[in-house]
């Protein structure tokens, strides 16, 4: 690891002004990818600015119609909340399946979707149950905030503060870890929500995408069956040692249809 | 650039100048000497380094010794107490859960943060919580029935 300054601000503005002051600075979270880039030489940020000094970014809050989850808030609290498994389960499934436990008990909810990894878990939530990002400056739709392969609409300097999902009529997510790394090959995230049905499928492609034609088809029918017969394109899927993109097409499908049956409980 | 990193570990509050860059498992083991915590692959996957940081467990070669500050640190040398192993430790030796012994200390530490999580684990609940540990010896089997005998023991 290349040698950096660290700082722990206690306050957004004093962290956004850490940033811009830095001549090359990146924030940290949980730390849990980014510290292994740092260790691989991949990164060398001039300075390192750890976000969980900040108490306002971390905590759940359940309303009526939507989960709010702040953006340093562990994987382990979304999985062991009992408030998150009664409103929407399939979000605390999700986090309870994220890395393994070490991993939940750093990794955080605004870091993972910061990062945008094509095959981390949070981006199929955030997208599939049509969450809104809130930063230091802005709201973001889930829609808009995904933008490609480790990429988002976020800013230069711009800090997620925290996510709020709206609670769903049903939902399921069910992934395919691949078998040595526990990454996601190809999940998707189904859910009935008051904007119609959506599914977003991740780890298939270099970012998580909305598989319309499978929502058109569940909104006529919401069961496992209605996917039959559709079929995904490879081209675009992702395709490396792990799998072929002929072989994630073929999971997308598969995921999906455990997802529906997730979903249906 | 130095910064002063200040710890309570093994019940011992402790206070050392490091480089930013100082991760938590060359803290424990270079700056204070306890080389009970391992480094086995350096890339967050192995769990030899697994130490308890405010009583979760944690890949110690995955979080700067400053992300710690003020925190309260475990290793496998702060188990023991008065000259009496922990019940989980014990089960280890009883059961006999290792071969060459190098991925024991991180198996210990994650499996006594499993039982405090989950007091009366299932053999699967056992297996899927201790994903993060490799043994490169594949002595899962008696790993696994020495967990289970350890959660009975600390249950008490």
Request: glycine share 10%; net charge neutral.
């Amino acid at each position: 690891m290349y040698a950096f300054n660290y700082h722990r601000p206690s306050s957004l503005d004093d962290a956004a002004k850490l940033l811009s002051s830095a001549s090359d600075g990146k924030f940290l979270a949980g730390g849990q990818t980014l510290l292994p880039t740092l260790k691989q030489r991949l990164a060398s940020p001039s300075d390192v600015i750890d976000l969980t000094g900040i108490p306002q970014l971390s905590g759940i809050t359940v309303s009526g119609s939507a989960v709010t989850i702040g953006a340093t808030t562990r994987h382990a609290a979304v999985a062991a909340s009992a408030e998150v498994k009664k409103a929407i389960p399939a979000l605390a499934k999700l986090a309870s399946g994220i890395g393994d436990p070490q991993v939940r008990n750093m990794g955080t909810l605004g870091g993972s979707i910061a990062n945008n990894d094509p095959a981390a878990d949070y981006p199929a939530a955030v997208l599939g149950l049509c969450a809104t990002v809130h930063t230091n400056k802005r709201t973001i739709a889930a829609d808009d905030f995904f933008t490609g392969m480790f990429e988002t609409a976020l800013e230069e300097g711009e800090i997620v503060t925290k996510v709020e999902f709206p609670i769903p009529k049903r939902a399921g997510y069910v992934k395919f870890p691949n078998p040595a790394s526990r990454y996601v090959m190809v999940g998707a995230f189904v859910a009935e929500t008051a904007d119609g049905i959506r599914v977003a499928i991740n780890g298939a492609g270099p970012c998580v995408f909305r598989h319309t034609e499978m929502e058109a088809a569940l909104a006529k029918n919401f069961s496992p069956d209605a996917l039959k017969g559709i079929r995904t394109d490879p081209a675009g899927m992702n395709n490396d040692i792990h799998a072929s993109a002929e072989y994630r097409a073929h999971l997308v499908g598969v995921m999906a249809r455990r997802a529906v049956e997730a979903a249906l409980g | 650039m130095t910064i002063s990193v200040t710890m309570t570990v093994n019940g011992q509050s402790v206070t050392r100048e490091v480089e930013p860059r100082t991760l938590l498992v060359q803290f424990l083991r270079e700056h204070l000497g306890l080389t009970g915590t391992h480094i086995g692959c350096d890339t967050s996957q192995c769990g030899a380094c697994v130490v308890h940081v405010d009583g979760r467990s944690v890949k110690s070669c995955t979080i700067l010794a400053a992300q710690a500050q003020g925190a309260n640190v475990t290793t496998i040398e702060g188990l023991a107490a008065n000259g009496q192993l922990h019940p989980m430790q014990e089960a280890f030796r009883e059961h006999h859960a290792l071969q060459c012994g190098f991925c024991t200390p991180g198996m210990i530490m994650s499996a006594i943060d499993l039982v405090q999580r989950n007091p009366n684990p299932s053999e699967e609940t056992v297996r899927h919580e201790l994903e993060g540990n490799l043994c490169r010896c594949t002595g899962y089997h008696n790993i696994v029935k020495a967990v289970m005998a350890g959660a009975q023991a600390m249950r008490g």
